[in-house]
């Protein structure tokens, strides 16, 4: 009789997506403790679940040859070679709702702690200043410029509102808005922003969206949050406008290398830089892990997939 598919897990993911997969017809074979251990199981496996730990190229791909299934528990799926796998004819699922709010809440965060300065507040009272007098600025009465107007884009854009902020988006894969948002060219968005926040997915095309020419362009003093790809902006661009105060400040989860080099721009005094943690939660991390569960579940009774990215896989012949 032959063995019941196997799904290894690469990264390490929430409990209760362990649990979800071991009472469904599949062998679960937990390897994330231990990445050298990954290579070894590839062999046999069916599924491959990853965070964005393990990057699955061509060269892994050509070690799994039973592979039907790369689930990434997260929403961007940068670290998965998707033409590799479309080739293969391996369906690529992920869990594109698990972050939503926490990435949104984190965007917000970013916003108030850059407009009020006060993260300089606090470590200079902590180390026994006590200055007071105007410091900072109100959220409500801003424009907040998004780019990429997706599920996270939206979710921003409700919670501005909320402040009374100001929100216009750009965002090349919409030709109308899906709420209240206006959608604006780019160049209007980065002129008439006071905040530029970055909510696109990395592709090929938007690498290094914001460059030194579009940096140009934004309002002399604005300031820009990145909690989607550190690609997505020029970091020698940004750093040079911090410099020269065209932008006021930056906030910054996402770098071009995690963990990130640019000691010059991490260590800047308007930048407040964070580890990628726009996805930790255990509420975004138990859901990334159940929705991708449920997923390979769902594919192991034969069933649809509900987040398939790569869809031309199932139109390949
Ligand atoms: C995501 O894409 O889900 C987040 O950036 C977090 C992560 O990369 O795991």
Redo the contacts with the bound molecule.
């Keep these: 009789m032959p063995e019941p598919p196997l799904v290894v897990i690469a990264d390490p993911v929430a409990p209760a997506a362990l649990e979800l997969l071991s009472k469904g017809p599949g062998r679960v074979v937990d390897a994330s403790a231990d990445p050298a251990m990954l290579p070894s199981k590839l062999g046999a496996a069916w599924g491959l679940v990853v965070?964005?730990r393990t990057q699955v190229t061509e060269a892994l791909l050509s070690q799994a040859p039973q592979l039907r299934v790369v689930a990434r528990a997260?929403?961007?799926v940068d670290n998965v070679d998707l033409k590799a796998a479309t080739a293969r004819k391996i369906l690529v699922v992920n869990a594109p709702t698990?972050?939503t709010t926490s990435v949104a809440e984190l965007t917000v965060t970013f916003a108030l702690l850059l407009l009020r300065d006060l993260y300089a507040a606090i470590q200079k009272t902590k180390e026994g200043g006590w200055q007071r007098g105007l410091h900072g600025a109100e959220l409500s009465g801003k424009t907040v410029g998004l780019v990429g107007y997706g599920r996270i884009g939206r979710e921003v854009a409700r919670r501005l509102r909320g402040f009374g902020a100001t929100v216009q988006a750009f965002d090349p894969l919409l030709t109308r808005s899906p709420d209240e948002t206006p959608l604006v060219p780019f160049d209007d968005l980065l002129g008439k922003s006071d905040i530029v926040s970055l909510h696109a997915a990395l592709t090929p095309e938007n690498h290094h969206l914001l460059n030194a020419e579009r940096l140009a362009r934004l309002r002399r003093g604005a300031y820009v949050i990145n909690v989607a790809r550190g690609a997505l902006l020029d970091e020698e661009a940004l750093l040079a406008a911090l410099n020269s105060g065209q932008v006021a400040g930056a906030a910054l989860d996402v770098f071009e290398t995690e963990p990130p080099t640019r000691t010059a721009l991490l260590t800047h005094p308007h930048v407040l830089p964070t580890p990628?943690l726009?996805?930790s939660t255990p509420e975004a991390q138990r859901r990334?892990g159940v929705q991708v569960a449920e997923e390979l579940l769902r594919l192991l009774r034969g069933e649809e997939p509900l987040y398939l990215v790569n869809t031309e896989v199932v139109a390949r012949p």
């Design positions: 965070r964005s997260g929403v961007g698990a972050a990628h726009g996805a990334a």
